[in-house]
């Protein structure tokens, strides 16, 4: 068997595991306050589904293929690269049994086969979090989920996120407004520009076949920046290009801007550099990104109107994505989880019994079935030789608590190895602290 890992597969140790699961305990918490329902969906989807709206993620979908198949049959099926899309296909294929507007979270690993880096994987778990109304959904949805994602980040121990947003229909208004045509294309342009700068950027719209001067146009937009709906459209309308979808985005986004005013202004702002890549974005898009930090986006999101529907039924949409393994990557990698308390246990245990001696074992096991009767999380060790070992091995494991069981005339006693102090108790009554 090889030992060797997979570019792109991480797995974690077990002290980094149970910080994993430590962050989706509370964002399955911060979810479920706001009443949405966790949902679990299949792996797979028809990979034309998968190609009409992945955007320039095509070349990155892992096809499903059985190897006795022939060589000449196309693959049908692929893995999600995200989760939006197989949602969508749920909400439409159960739209009779669901009530609308509809709010599920869902934790669940996507595949994208992209050049792997830091934050960067081909298997990653996301949270997502999404409202899907039928036939119509007010924009104020839109204010729900980016208040909720600034809530979920600002209760996670990450660094300080800050939210930008910006609508699809304000930049297709301007991009209109310039005489552009492919929207989409120009679109995709200005999405990297955090990853190339704006020369290159520049020079891809020209290569594009849009003019110096209007490739100068589309960067000036994406400067515009604000936390004040009304501010924000004064920048826009400064610019002097008129649409009509340029007003309507600009309604739809000082908006959400407002429905955020009691949110920090240094967590939210409208940025109208942000475009998000993915085709089925159709207003409102959010990214996230750690204040202070050079990593790219930790969670983004967005309005997608014509996604769900089914027939002729209209289910648009709203959510967003938390990039669970992005985050635990770049946090790892920086150190930036060791001030957690209990961070390096690598046990889920709180007591570790000691044994006395193989004669004795259970005696030992005992005493912890009635610590595990009330909600103590207790092991055995795993030898009777010597206290010293078995107090090393609990140590080791970041297990806090050993427990001698009575022996003799000695009763029990619980010993807090981080401090030293071992003192008389009851596996009737005692907790640990």
């Known amino acids: 068997m090889s030992k060797k890992a997979l570019s792109g597969f991480p797995e974690w140790l077990p002290a980094d595991e149970l910080v994993q699961q430590d962050l989706l305990t509370i964002l ?8 949405y ?6 792996a797979v989807e028809p990979l034309s589904a998968l190609l009409s709206k992945g955007g320039d993620t095509d070349k990155e979908i892992y096809v499903l293929k059985r190897l006795s198949d022939a060589p000449e049959k196309a693959a049908e099926l692929g893995l999600h690269f995200d989760l939006t899309v197989p949602f969508a296909r749920y909400v439409a294929a159960n739209r009779g049994q669901l009530t609308f507007p509809f709010r599920r979270y869902q934790i669940q690993p996507a595949w994208r086969g992209e050049r792997p880096q830091l934050g960067r994987y ?14 119509k959904l007010d924009v104020r949805y839109d204010g729900e989920i980016v208040r909720l994602l600034a809530h979920t980040m600002g ?21 209109r407004g310039l005489g552009i045509e492919d929207i989409t294309g120009t679109l995709r342009i200005v999405d990297k520009l955090d990853k190339i700068g704006p020369e290159k950027v520049a020079t891809l719209l020209v290569e594009a076949g849009r003019s110096a001067e209007v490739a100068d146009r589309c960067l000036a937009i994406a400067e515009i920046s604000s936390t004040v709906g009304g501010e924000l459209e ?13 007003d309507v985005g ?12 009691d949110v920090s202004s240094a967590d939210v702002v409208a940025d109208l550099r942000i475009a998000r890549g993915l085709d089925y974005y159709t207003g409102t898009v959010v990214e996230g990104v750690f204040v202070g930090h050079d990593l790219s986006t930790v969670c983004s999101g967005g309005r997608y109107d014509n996604l769900a529907g089914g027939g002729k039924a209209r289910l648009p949409g709203v959510g967003a994505s938390i990039g669970v393994t992005r985050i635990m990557g770049y946090c790892l990698n920086l150190g930036l989880f060791d001030a957690l308390p209990g961070y390096g246990r690598a046990s889920t245990a709180d007591v570790m019994v000691a044994v006395h001696g193989e004669d004795s074992r259970t005696d030992s096991e005992a005493v912890a079935r009635q610590l595990r009767a009330r909600g103590v999380s207790t092991v055995v060790c795993h030898t009777s030789k010597g206290y010293g070992k078995q107090i090393g091995w609990a140590d080791k494991a970041g297990i806090p608590y050993v427990w001698m069981p009575a ?8 010993k807090d190895i981080r401090s ?12 640990p602290v």
């Not at 399955?28 to 009443?35: A, K, N, P, V």
């Not at 996670?156 to 991009?175: D, Q, S």
């Not at 022996?407 to 619980?414: A, C, I, L, S, Y």
């Open 155 to 175: 209760a996670l121990p990450v660094p300080r996120t800050k939210l930008m947003i910006n609508n699809r229909k304000v930049l297709e208004g301007l991009y």
């Open 407 to 414: 022996r003799g005339d000695n009763g029990h006693t619980v």
């Open 250 to 261: 600009l309604g739809e986004l000082s908006s959400v801007l407002d429905q955020c005013a």
């Open 234 to 246: 004064s920048q826009v309308r400064a610019l002097g290009i008129e649409h009509e979808l340029l």
């Open 122 to 135: 081909r298997e990653f778990l996301q949270a997502d979090i999404d409202i899907i109304g039928s036939e």
């Open 37 to 42: 329902v966790p949902l679990h969906t299949r």
């Open 420 to 431: 030293g102090e071992q003192v008389p108790a009851s596996p009737e009554d005692w907790s």
């Open 28 to 35: 399955r918490r911060e979810f479920s306050l706001h009443g």
